[in-house]
């Protein structure tokens, strides 16, 4: 099992605008981040604490670390399609004006 790797603080903060997340870094944060890039980018679920305390983070940050398990392949086919083929519906005449 991968170990996880935690980065960051968040909390609510509520604004005239709405509730906004606020996510705070620490520059060994960032250090984090950094090292754990992959092809340029890095994914966090932000989760919420069980026990929060007032005035403190009430969610943190833990890096995604999951990888495929085989290399994404791009699907090279390109679809045609034809003007030959059109559907036409069925008109049944019920009786009602639509």
Do not use: R
Request: aromatic share 10%; net charge positive.
């Amino acid at each position: 099992m991968e170990t996880k790797t935690f980065v960051g603080s968040a909390k609510i903060v509520t604004t005239k605008f709405g509730e906004l997340t606020k996510v705070s870094f620490s520059e060994q944060d960032i250090e984090t981040l950094k090292s754990c890039l992959i092809k340029g980018w890095v994914n966090c679920l932000i989760k919420e604490k069980k026990n929060k305390v007032e005035g403190k983070a009430t969610h943190y940050l833990e890096i995604d670390n999951w990888k495929p398990t085989e290399p994404f392949k791009k699907d090279n086919e390109t679809k045609t399609y034809s003007n030959e083929t059109k559907y036409t519906p069925k008109i049944e005449d019920d009786g009602l004006p639509f």
